[in-house]
């Protein structure tokens, strides 16, 4: 099949044969509507595959300021790459509008799931993110802060469900040192 359209028949075929290939009875009771809630679930969980970050921040409008606004505590919900696990925690997104054009705020988290429903790895993530606010919102300065459990760590292999993996990306005028002390103590301020 052609890379990029998604091909709902063929997840369902391909969950059959894997839980074949587990061992599994895929005509047991159980399992039998599984590959379909599978093909389902899976269209939402990877949709952002066919979502475009231009669409999410096209809706602008002017607040009369230049400073930062930072949105803190997004829930996160991706997927590995390596092992096709979860990782979920928590994005923190802040920028520094240019010419007062901002977006709402809820769509700060729509760009979080854009990058999150995908196929991923945690740094990607964060520096997709980023550059979205750059390229497309022309942020003057933008940081954006991930803090992730990884399933694969956790359910498997090394077995450590405590390790947190935090990543970073900071763009523009927010490399400045006083500038992104700012944004980090808004960020881990107590509650
Ligand atoms: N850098 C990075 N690594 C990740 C991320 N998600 C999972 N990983 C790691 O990707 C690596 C894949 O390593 P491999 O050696 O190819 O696979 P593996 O044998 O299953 O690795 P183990 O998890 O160590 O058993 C593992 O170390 C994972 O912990 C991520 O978002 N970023
Ligand atoms: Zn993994």
Do not use: W
């Not at 039998?32 to 809706?59: H, M, Y």
């Not at 409008?61 to 829930?75: G, K, N, P, S, Y």
């Amino acid at each position: 099949m052609t890379h990029g359209a998604y091909d709902e028949e063929g997840v369902r075929h391909a969950v059959r044969l894997f839980l074949q290939s587990i061992g599994e009875d895929p005509d047991r009771e159980g399992l039998q509507e599984t590959p379909d809630r599978i093909a389902r679930a899976s269209r939402e969980l990877f949709a952002g595959l066919n979502q475009n970050p231009k669409d999410v921040l096209a809706k602008r409008f002017t607040v009369d300021t230049e400073e930062m606004v930072l949105v803190r505590d997004i829930e996160l919900y991706s997927v590995c790459e390596h092992h096709l696990l979860p990782f979920h925690g928590l994005a923190h997104i802040g920028y520094i509008p240019d010419k007062n054009e901002v977006v709402g705020l809820s769509k700060l988290a729509r760009l979080v799931d854009v990058y999150a429903r995908r196929p991923q790895v945690q740094e990607r993530l964060t520096h997709q993110i980023a550059d979205a606010l750059v390229n497309e919102l022309h942020a003057r300065g933008v940081i954006v802060v991930t803090d992730c459990e990884h399933l694969c760590m956790s359910m498997r292999g090394i077995k450590k469900s405590q390790a947190r993996t935090i990543t970073s990306a900071m763009r523009g005028i927010m490399r400045d040192p006083a500038t992104r002390a700012e944004a980090m103590q808004l960020i881990l301020q107590t509650r």
